[in-house]
């Protein structure tokens, strides 16, 4: 079964039951069975629940990563992203084959960039000359970083497959402005993977928030990458290390899901209490 648009329904882990009786509503969530793999991780190894994970891929999209987007266009040799995207796609597969959510969170502006703040507007348009985010200055074309353009899709390589969600972010971190945050609690996620572009930029950004919001975040440092100098990646990672979380290898997260026993891949719903009978109660 598949929406209008070819998506597979999303199956929600956040709704209450309701028993077939009719006379009672369960407020008690779907049951997500717990699970255990072991990542090799830094600082320190790392014990995970995939039932409470999400992978985040950020910003592979065609303005940042194709060599007739946007940022190409101004002169940034965007060639060093292709193993990020190479990589992302592996972890992408290895998480879904682990029933875990895919997340995409790409810039998607409004056309008319009524919630755009200035500050955001003049990174993208330093100079004022109408060349930044909604112009058609791209080599494509498409207007830079427009919700549904052709520089928002995903970059060649990545396929979102039904039952992926899909966030668009206005800002360099996911959280402002954007339904993510609501969107991972109603998934009822701890634990959220990075991977994407640019990791001393968005990735970082969205990290960072994510880790003040209080989930627990590992960053894939060779699916992440950055136009930035090489030490500004090298930065992040320790920032990272240091400061927030954990950074890990697509390898070693694809050897973790594998190395998992089979596990169930929907939740289970709670068993049904007997409704109480009225002529019980005094």
């Given at each position: 079964m598949s929406t209008r648009d070819g998506r597979a329904p999303l199956r929600h882990r956040n709704r209450w039951q309701f028993p077939a009786d009719g006379a009672t509503v369960d407020l008690r969530r779907p049951h997500l069975p717990e699970r255990s793999v072991t990542l090799r991780a830094m600082p320190a190894p790392l014990v995970l629940d995939p039932s409470r994970t999400a992978v985040l891929v950020?910003?592979?999209q065609n303005d940042f990563c194709a060599s007739d987007g946007w940022l190409?266009?101004?002169g940034v040799d965007v060639s060093v992203l292709a193993p990020a995207i190479g990589l992302s796609a592996r972890a992408v597969a290895g998480a879904r084959a682990a029933a875990i959510p895919v997340i995409?969170?790409?810039w998607g502006n409004r056309p008319d960039q009524a919630n755009l703040p200035p500050g955001v507007a003049h990174v993208y348009d330093p100079r004022g000359t109408g060349e930044g985010i909604g112009s058609g200055t791209a080599?494509?074309?498409?207007?830079v970083l427009t919700k549904d353009s052709w520089g928002a899709a995903l970059a060649d390589g990545l396929t979102a497959e039904p039952g992926d969600i899909h966030v668009d972010k206005y800002r360099m971190s996911g959280f402002w402005d954007t339904p993510l945050d609501s969107i991972l609690r109603n998934l009822r996620v701890d634990t959220l993977v990075f991977a994407g572009v640019n990791s001393d930029q968005c990735v970082y950004a969205t990290l960072v928030d994510a880790a003040c919001l209080g989930y627990d975040v590992v960053m894939l440092d060779d699916a992440s990458a950055t136009t930035s100098?090489?030490?500004?990646?090298?930065?992040?990672v320790y920032n990272v290390r240091q400061c927030y979380g954990f950074t890990a290898s697509t390898p070693d997260l694809l050897d973790a899901l594998t190395a998992e026993p089979a596990h169930p891949t929907t939740p289970t719903i709670p068993a049904t209490p007997t409704a109480p009978n009225p002529e019980d109660t005094v």
């Open positions: 950020v910003d592979l190409a266009g101004i995409w969170l790409n080599p494509s074309g498409a207007p100098p090489s030490y500004c990646h090298d930065a992040t």
